[in-house]
């Protein structure tokens, strides 16, 4: 089997290093931001030779970049809005992603457009959908999907049961890609953290490091132990997203950059309430809507809403709720209720503000910025094109450090796990056989680790009680949560229920029923008293049940008291100017 020992970890270990020689020496680059961006800058430095270090306040992709659609487009909707270099920028992204960076967590979807007009509509969106393809086709590479076909609607219900007869005409199918959004930032930060980057959660920025004007590194908090410690490093990045504008006033380059933030809610519900074989995209009078194949479940959404309430736990209404309840259930012969949501997310998008007042409107591309000397701002962009926004930052330090930087080769390094996975999961039946697990585990295993599934592997033989699935999220095995600690960067029960699996979203218990089960697999490998468990599964708990009573509030405004009343497990602390 191929071997993931070359990967490095994220453990506790790893952690206070990276910490250590962060504070020992100057750096290159300080990458302030834990998300896709800040995670492919510090990827994309890396592996130019800078000495780099990333810090992220809470946890990994813990604010959007856990929260997306979970999708890798090229963004069909901007070609009516003419953005023909953005949607050919992004397809060649998304045909890198699934052929050659990351083909082991990047995979095809396939979408169901229901026509609902006879005579104009079709030749509309059929030769919109046919650019689309065409643009796909990046230098070099395939689309690395399928292409569009043209539906009838008997052919069309064939595929998609559950839609209402009578809600549409005929249909185009066409493919683009999903991946689990957090599960990529993470591997991202390993595959960074091999070429030597040094990665630290759970670490905030309080405070920026001056030589006159120039910015000179950044002053940071461990939110584990309360010390802090200064970062010297020769350029700083803010890779903050919606948070990028806070950043900036506190150093005085007011008016470079503007974002806003939109709210995009998503519901997750059974696979069995859609009876259908493929993904489902609508419009609605905003945006588009789209039900998308999730394993054992379906991700309805998105909503695209202005938001100026709390930034790190955006929350969700009844009003949203039923919003999209209310547009998917137009198409669907049997509606979905309340009662079949399993999960909610919300997220917020990080935009680039314009001359609209409609978040829907404003600018999905990027800005990179150079407000004071030594300082590197970027914000705006899609999950999608990470890689080339994370090329033009670091292009910008290159300019910043005034000496010769190689140029970027992020687009042919492929992401931990990635070598070797398509001969792994041809033999998936064979390790089977030699594990003693389902083979339908060593797919969900291969499918979320690559060739890093050796590691859980290794686990499992060191103690097989880790091969049993979690009680009462059987989809899960008891490695990986303990892979999760040792391995990947987990620091809080949290981070495991939420994004190294997603168990939060996928269960009608929401994570309360494997909390327990959950914490005492972590306790060991993070050093957990008993007292810390208990701490763990009470702070859990009550972000759940806050989450709840906040989704059955009319408005933004009353969501965002409730949630806002579950305690911090790690204190927020402001950010000092000084």
């Keep these: 089997m191929a071997s993931g ?34 995670a492919g800058i510090a990827l994309d430095a890396a592996t130019r030779g800078l000495d ?22 090229g963004g069909l909707r901007y070609l ?44 509309y969106v059929g030769a919109g959908v046919m650019l689309y393809d065409t643009l796909g086709f990046a230098s070099g590479l395939t689309r690395g999907v399928p292409g569009h076909r043209h539906l009838s609607r008997a052919r069309a219900l064939r595929l998609a049961p559950a839609l209402k007869k009578s809600a549409f005409t005929g249909a185009i199918q066409y493919w683009d890609a999903q991946v689990d959004d957090a599960r990529y930032v993470m591997t991202m930060l390993r595959t960074a953290a091999t070429y030597g980057a040094r990665i630290a959660p759970r670490a905030q920025v309080v405070g920026f490091l001056r030589e006159g004007e120039r910015v000179t590194g950044v002053r940071v908090r461990d939110l584990e132990s309360g010390e802090e410690a200064e970062v010297r490093a020769r350029q700083v990045v803010n890779a903050t997203g919606v948070w990028t504008d806070d950043i900036q006033e506190l150093v005085g380059g007011r008016g470079q950059i503007h974002v806003r933030a939109s709210k995009g809610i998503h519901l997750v519900v059974p696979r069995d309430r859609i009876h259908s074989l493929t993904g489902i995209i609508l419009r609605t009078e905003k945006s588009v809507l789209f039900v998308i194949p999730w394993g054992r ?18 929350a969700a209404s009844r009003l949203d709720i039923d919003y999209l309840l209310d547009h998917v259930n137009a198409v669907l012969s049997v509606p979905l209720t309340r009662d079949d949501v399993e999960g909610v997310y919300a ?18 591309e990027h800005v990179v910025a150079h407000p004071v000397p030594g300082l590197v701002m970027i914000a705006g962009g899609k999950y999608t094109t990470y890689r080339v926004m994370a090329q033009d930052a670091v292009d910008a330090v290159a300019h910043g450090l005034d000496q010769r930087v190689p140029r970027s080769c992020t687009d042919r390094i492929p992401l931990v796990g990635a070598e070797g996975y398509q001969a792994l999961w041809n033999s998936r039946h064979r390790i089977a056989h030699s594990s003693g697990l389902h083979v339908a585990r060593i797919e969900h295993l291969l499918q979320r680790y690559g060739a890093l599934i050796d590691e859980v592997l290794e686990l499992i033989e060191g103690d097989p009680s880790l091969g049993r699935p979690l009680s009462g999220a059987d989809d899960y095995l008891r490695a990986e949560i303990v892979y999760a600690a040792t391995h ?32 005492e697999l972590m306790a060991e490998p993070l050093g957990w008293d008993g007292e810390q468990v208990k701490r763990e599964v009470e702070y859990y708990t009550k972000r759940v049940e806050a989450e709840r009573r906040s989704q059955e509030q009319d408005s933004d405004q009353g969501a965002d008291a409730i949630r806002l009343g579950a305690p911090e497990i790690v204190p927020v602390v402001m950010p000092d100017p000084q």
């Design 52 to 73: 780099v270090g990333l810090v992220e306040a809470r946890d990994f992709a813990s604010g959007t970049s856990s929260r997306s659609s979970k999708l890798i487009h």
């Design 5 to 38: 020992r070359n990967a490095a970890r994220l453990g506790p270990a790893e952690r206070a290093e990276a910490l250590e020689r962060m504070t020992a020496q100057e750096l290159d680059v300080i990458v302030v931001g834990g998300g896709v961006v800040g």
């Design 297 to 314: 479940h379906w991700i309805v959404g998105t909503t695209d809403t202005e938001w100026t309430l709390d930034k790190s736990h955006p």
């Design 488 to 519: 990947e960067g987990a620091r809080h029960l949290n981070d495991v229920l939420t994004r190294r699996t997603r168990i939060s979203i996928e269960t009608f218990h929401r994570g309360l029923a494997v909390a327990q089960e959950a914490a």
């Design 347 to 364: 997220g917020l998008r990080p935009l680039l503000s314009g001359e609209s007042d409609e978040t829907s409107k404003l600018s999905r």
């Design 80 to 123: 009516e809005q003419l953005n023909f270099e953005l949607v050919r920028e992004a397809l060649r992204e998304r045909a890198l992603l699934l052929q050659r960076i990351a083909p082991h967590l990047v995979r095809p979807v396939p979408f169901l457009f229901p026509l609902t007009h006879y005579g104009w509509e079709r030749p």
